[in-house]
C-alpha cells in the first residue's frame, strides 16, 4: 500500500494562529469525538500517580545500578555498555509503543493496556536484579556463579530499562490525550511533582538502613529497595489506570495491513517532517541530556569515590561491606536532597510563571513562551556550572551541596520540554478544527501525541550512546594507561563533560518560538 511507506508527519507550517481555543479535543488518530471534562486536582493527582511509582523504581536502578553491577567484579568500562539499555529501548520501545498504542481499541483505553503490562514486566525485572546472586548460584549447580550472576542481572537491567520505558511513554501520552487544552500545562506541572515526590521516597528509602529496620524484606539493602519499589509501582500504576477515564478508539480499516516494521520505517522518515517548533525542542533537549545522563548514571559512583578518599578503609572485608554500603547510603541522601530541591521548586516554578502572566496580561503582543525560554535557559546555566565546579570537591559534604543543587535543573527539565510540547500540540490540533468541517481530514492532519513523543524521547535517548561511547573510552583508556583508579576523579570528569553539553543547549533555546497567537473566544 502506498500509505504504508508514508511518514507520519506532512511537511506542517509551524506558523500557527488558533482561530478557536475551546475545552474540547478530537481523539488525534481516531474518529470518535468526545469531549474531554475539567479536571480536578484529585484528577490530576490520578492522572499523573503512576509518574512517582515509575521514578521511585527508576531512582532505585540510577542509585544503586552502578555501585551493584561494579560489587559484581563488572570493570567499569563495561558498566557503561549496560547503560545502553536506556538509549535503545527509548530509541525502539517508546516509539513502537507510541505508535501501537496510538492505534489500540481496547476497551480499556488506548494507554492503560500498556502501561500494565509494562508494570508488570518492570516489577518481574527488580525481583531478577535484586535476586540475581542466588538465580546465579542455582543454576551454577555448585559451581563458579559469578559469570552467571553477572548475566543474570545485566539482562534484567536490560529487562528493566525497556519495561520502565514502555510504562513511562503510555503515561505522558495518557496526561496528554486525558487533560484538556487548558491543563496542558497543569498536567505537566502535576507530572513533575509526582516524579519529585517518585525520587524523594526513592531516595528516602535508600538512605535508610533497611535491613536493619525492615529484615523480613531481605538480606540486603538491595533487597529491601526492590520489595519496596514494586509495592509502590503496582499501588501508583492501579490506581492511575482505574481512577483515569481515557477515551476509547474505534477500529480504523487503515490499520489493518501495517507491517510490523512499518513504524519504525515510518517513524525515522517522520523525524525529518517533524512541525519546526517541536524540533527546537528536540535539539535543546539532545544537548541537555549530555548533561543529564552523566548525573543520573555516576552521582553515586562519584559520591562513593568521594567517600572512600576521605576514609581510608582497612583490611576487614567486613569494615570494607560496611563502607560501601555507608558510601552508597550517602549517595542515596545526596539524591534525597536533590530530590527534596526538585520538588520543592516544581511548586515555585509554575506559580512564578502565573505571576509572570498575570504582570504582562496586559501586553497584547506578548510572547506566551518567553517565561519558558528564560527559565530553560537559567537552568541549562546553572546545571553546567554546578558539574564544573565538581572539579573542587574534596570533602563529602562539598558533594552532597553539588549535587544538591541540580535538583532546581531537573525540575526545570520535567517541566518545560512537556509543557511546550502539549501546549503546541492543542494549539495546532484545534487549528485544524477551525479550518474546515471535515472531521475525517481534520483527523488526519492532526499530529499524534504518542508519536510526537516517542520522536521527541529519541533525541532525549540518543545523547545517552554519546555518553557512554564515550565514557566506556574514557574508563578504558585509565585502564590501559595503569592510571591509580584511587587517586584520580573519572566520575568527575564525566561529570564536567556534561556541563559542555549543557552550556551548548543554552544556545539553542531562544530559537524556540511557536509563533502563535491565541483567540480566545
Not at 474518529?31 to 511509582?53: H, I, P, Q, R, V
Not at 552508597?328 to 536532597?337: P, V, Y
Amino acid at each position: 500500500m502506498d500509505s504504508e511507506n508514508k511518514p507520519f508527519l506532512n511537511n506542517i507550517d509551524s506558523d500557527i494562529e488558533l482561530n478557536d481555543l475551546n475545552e474540547s479535543k478530537i481523539s488525534l488518530l481516531g474518529n470518535t469525538k468526545e469531549t474531554l471534562k475539567y479536571l480536578s486536582k484529585l484528577d490530576l493527582f490520578y492522572l499523573t500517580l503512576a509518574f512517582a511509582g515509575v521514578q521511585f523504581t527508576w531512582s532505585v536502578e540510577l542509585a544503586y545500578g552502578t555501585p551493584y553491577l561494579l560489587s559484581l567484579g563488572l570493570p567499569k568500562s563495561l558498566t557503561a555498555l549496560v547503560w545502553l539499555a536506556g538509549p535503545l529501548s527509548g530509541l525502539i520501545i517508546q516509539p513502537l509503543i507510541g505508535f501501537y498504542s496510538d492505534r489500540c481499541t481496547s476497551k480499556y483505553g488506548r494507554r492503560r493496556p500498556y502501561i500494565i503490562v509494562g508494570a508488570l514486566l518492570v516489577v518481574l525485572s527488580i525481583l531478577f536484579i535484586s535476586y540475581s546472586k542466588e538465580i546465579g548460584s542455582f543454576l551454577a549447580f555448585g559451581g563458579d556463579s559469578n559469570i552467571i550472576t553477572i548475566w543474570i542481572a545485566v539482562v534484567s537491567f536490560y529487562g528493566l530499562d525497556f519495561a520502565i520505558n514502555v510504562v513511562q511513554a503510555c503515561c505522558r501520552a495518557l496526561s496528554i490525550d486525558v487533560a484538556p487544552g487548558d491543563q496542558q500545562n497543569d498536567a505537566s506541572i502535576w507530572a513533575s511533582r509526582m516524579i519529585g515526590i517518585g525520587n524523594i521516597m526513592g531516595y528516602f528509602m535508600g538512605f535508610i538502613d533497611l535491613k536493619s529496620y525492615l529484615p523480613f524484606l531481605g538480606s540486603t539493602q538491595l533487597k529491601c529497595l526492590c520489595i519496596i519499589a514494586n509495592t509502590v509501582l503496582i499501588i501508583s500504576v492501579v490506581t492511575t489506570c482505574i481512577k483515569t477515564h481515557e477515551i476509547v478508539l474505534t477500529q480504523s480499516n487503515n490499520d489493518n495491513d501495517i507491517k510490523w516494521y512499518t513504524p519504525l520505517i515510518n517513524i525515522i522518515q517522520s523525524m525529518s517532517h517533524l512541525p519546526e517548533p517541536i524540533q527546537k525542542i528536540c535539539n535543546v533537549q539532545f544537548w541537555s541530556w549530555i548533561g543529564w545522563f552523566p548525573f543520573l548514571f555516576y552521582t553515586t559512583a562519584w559520591i562513593n569515590y568521594i567517600f572512600f578518599k576521605n576514609n581510608s578503609s582497612t583490611n576487614n572485608n567486613d569494615d570494607n561491606n560496611n563502607n560501601e554500603d555507608d558510601a552508597t547510603r550517602t549517595g542515596s541522601f545526596a539524591l534525597l536532597i536533590y530530590a527534596i530541591i526538585s520538588l520543592v521548586a516544581s511548586f515555585i516554578l509554575p506559580t512564578s510563571k502565573s505571576i509572570y502572566d498575570k504582570l504582562n496580561s496586559s501586553e497584547s503582543n506578548a510572547d506566551p513562551q518567553i517565561f519558558y525560554r528564560k527559565v530553560w535557559i537559567f537552568s541549562e546555566i546553572f546545571l553546567a556550572l554546578v558539574f564544573f565546579s565538581t572539579i573542587i570537591v574534596s570533602k563529602v559534604w562539598q558533594a552532597i551541596i553539588i549535587i544538591s543543587l541540580c535538583g532546581i535543573s531537573w525540575a526545570v527539565s520535567m517541566w518545560v520540554p512537556f509543557a511546550l510540547i502539549g501546549e503546541y500540540l492543542e494549539i495546532y490540533n484545534n487549528n485544524q478544527d477551525s479550518k474546515n468541517d471535515d472531521e475525517e481530514e481534520n483527523n488526519e492532519r492532526k499530529l499524534s501525541s504518542g508519536i510526537i513523543l516517542g520522536i521527541h524521547n529519541m533525541y532525549v535517548v540518543l545523547p545517552q550512546f554519546v555518553v557512554t561511547f564515550l565514557s566506556s573510552i574514557f574508563f578504558a583508556l585509565i585502564k590501559f594507561m595503569e592510571i591509580q583508579e584511587d587517586s584520580f576523579d573519572s566520575f568527575g570528569w564525566v561529570l564536567r563533560f556534561g556541563g559542555v553539553g549543557a552550556i551548548i543547549s543554552t544556545f539553542l533555546v531562544p530559537k524556540i518560538d511557536f509563533k502563535a497567537k491565541r483567540i480566545l473566544p
